[in-house]
């Protein structure tokens, strides 16, 4: 296998500029590295009569779902409530349209995948009823990691993030039942996983630090192939190269898989739930960027 190009993501200066760039569909990509150092959320738009469900999903499961914002009152897509400590609601993302302001969407309808990677929002939202939620995402301690030397291989070559379906059960909450959480991954050699947990750890708006690394770390959250992904890109190494799986990588201080938690979560939870009516997504991957920093919530538990 040849080796992936080394891919530089030109930096927007703001969440703002991330947002209408998307909006006037000039980025079109996966939005690693898109921003740096603002929050970036995964989302997902259900029908008011689910919201409530939702939430408590959210606050029962704070690891893959760990909530940033609502919808204002069903309906609403330019006006949000936060659940970030000390950002007050004007602050989250100025003249923001949920339906236009993320690169790509998914559409479900009664729990199955209808449309994917549309640019808009726009012919399926119900004004009267639909509610947004914003979910922090793991592509705002990227930047942390790549002030650090760590920078993700996904970054190095302008790939999505590899994301799986794990074994981990997610706490119920009303319709919500039967599902398991969603893990994002990146490759570190051995020697570097503690240094990746300690600058992720704080990052709990956004997944936090991993929940489980090293090849036996994979397959007890029921992962058995790295390079069969549910979402994103198969991985590569920081060289570009194909992963070879194998245990003697962590003996020799080679390359192990890291897992974090993943906004992707409630999207596998409502296709398990078979709820009826559209329910909509960001396209795994394809964040909407806010205008809230980092160090703004570094630490500071929702």
Request: glycine share 8%.
């Amino acid at each position: 296998m040849a080796p992936a190009r080394i891919v530089e993501v030109p930096a927007t200066a703001t969440g703002f500029d991330a947002r209408r760039r998307c909006r006037y569909n000039t980025w079109d990509a996966p939005t690693s590295g898109l921003a740096p150092g603002y929050l970036q959320a995964n989302l997902i738009v259900l029908p008011s009569r689910y919201a409530h469900d939702f939430k408590v999903l959210c606050a029962r499961n704070p690891v893959p779902c760990p909530l940033l914002a609502t919808s204002s009152t069903p309906g609403e897509f330019d006006n949000l409530t936060s659940h970030m400590p000390g950002i007050e609601d004007d602050r989250i993302a100025a003249e923001i349209d949920i339906r236009t302001d993320a690169p790509r969407y998914n559409v479900y309808v009664d729990g199955k995948l209808q449309k994917q990677a549309t640019t808009t929002l726009e012919p399926h939202w119900d004004t009267s009823d639909h509610v947004a939620f914003l979910i922090g995402c793991s592509y705002t301690f990227e930047k942390a990691l790549t002030v650090a030397g760590l920078t993700p291989p996904h970054m190095l070559h302008g790939r999505n993030v590899p994301m799986y379906r794990t074994n981990i059960p997610l706490c119920p909450a009303g319709v919500f039942t039967g599902s398991t959480s969603v893990v994002s991954m990146r490759m570190y050699r051995s020697s570097e996983v503690g240094r990746v947990r300690d600058i992720t750890r704080p990052y709990v708006t956004t997944h936090g630090e991993p929940l489980s690394w090293g090849w036996e770390g994979m397959t007890s959250i029921g992962i058995n192939d790295i390079n069969k992904v549910d979402w994103g890109d198969p991985p590569v190494t920081g060289h570009g190269f194909k992963i070879v799986q194998a245990e003697q990588e962590a003996e020799e201080d080679g390359l192990v898989p890291v897992f974090w938690g993943c906004g992707v979560t409630p999207q596998e939870a409502v296709m398990k739930a078979r709820i009826p009516g559209v329910v909509m997504s960001h396209a795994p991957g394809y964040m909407v960027v806010l205008d809230v920093e980092e160090e703004e919530v570094i630490g500071k538990a929702l």
